[in-house]
């Protein structure tokens, strides 16, 4: 039995291998997911644009799972994880995730992703840094609902499907933390007042600090302690939105 590393306000992280630790919850325990997980994206870091990323993850310490898998075994694991987090989670699953290039191929998430497609969220970035693909710059990334939801708040339906929010800049210690904007969206549309959110890649915190934010429980899943610290550091603070 994996221990919490945290537990305060409603909020539980814990500090381990998502897969290990969800083996420890019952059945539909959760009202929805939401999660961002590790892209596998790392192996192909190229300087590129006017940014230039020189393997940004890298530098800036974005560790714990592996992000440069082969690609049948990053599918097969996020294939294992979500659909864990299917059974433990009684509404819908949301995964922000984004189309990846292997031998000039583009791999979609929606075919990755083995689990019954729901719903669709077009996340506009608003800029890019791959200037240079010999393709028109990717300025989004996806965020899918899978499974059926079993709570929807009909007047958030105006949000539409596509969603201008800006990246998270402002977060030092972790390289690409989730805008809190998101989840809170998500949360608030699918899991009910006083229901439980759950995230087995927790990272910074952005989704516990979007279901504290929205009056929601949540647990969440970290590998890295050092994460696990900042995102206690974050939940601290009572202003973020």
């Keep these: 039995m994996i221990k919490p590393y ?13 897969e290990k630790v969800m083996n420890q919850f019952d059945l539909n325990c959760f009202d929805i997911t939401v999660s961002s997980p590790p892209y596998n994206t790392i192996q192909s870091t190229k300087p590129s644009g006017f940014f230039k990323e020189h393997n940004h993850k890298q530098n800036a310490g974005y560790d714990g799972y ?6 049948v075994d990053y599918v097969k694991w996020i294939n294992r994880v979500f659909s864990r987090c299917a059974e433990l989670s009684e509404g819908l699953v949301w995964v922000n995730h984004k189309t990846r290039y292997r031998d000039k191929k583009g791999l979609h998430p929606v075919r990755m992703l083995n689990l019954n497609f729901y719903s669709e969220i077009i996340w506009n970035r608003k800029g890019s840094v791959t200037m240079n693909a010999k393709k028109f710059a990717p300025s989004h990334e996806f965020i899918y609902g899978f499974g059926e939801p079993h709570f929807w708040n009909n007047d958030v339906n105006t ?9 998270e800049r402002d977060v030092k210690g972790h390289p690409c933390p989730f805008p809190v904007s998101i989840p809170s969206r998500l949360i608030n549309a699918s899991c ?5 959110v759950f995230d087995p890649f927790s990272g910074a915190g952005s989704t516990l600090i979007a279901a504290r934010n929205e009056g929601r429980k949540a647990v969440g899943i970290e590998l890295n302690s050092k994460y696990c610290d900042l995102a206690i550091n974050r939940l601290s603070q009572r202003n973020l939105f």
């Design 192 to 196: 009910p007042e006083g229901g439980v």
């Design 66 to 71: 592996e992000d440069n898998l082969e690609e």
């Design 6 to 18: 945290y537990e305060k306000d409603g909020i539980t992280i814990f500090n381990g291998d998502c």
């Design 159 to 167: 949000y539409m499907s596509v969603w201008d929010i800006m990246p």
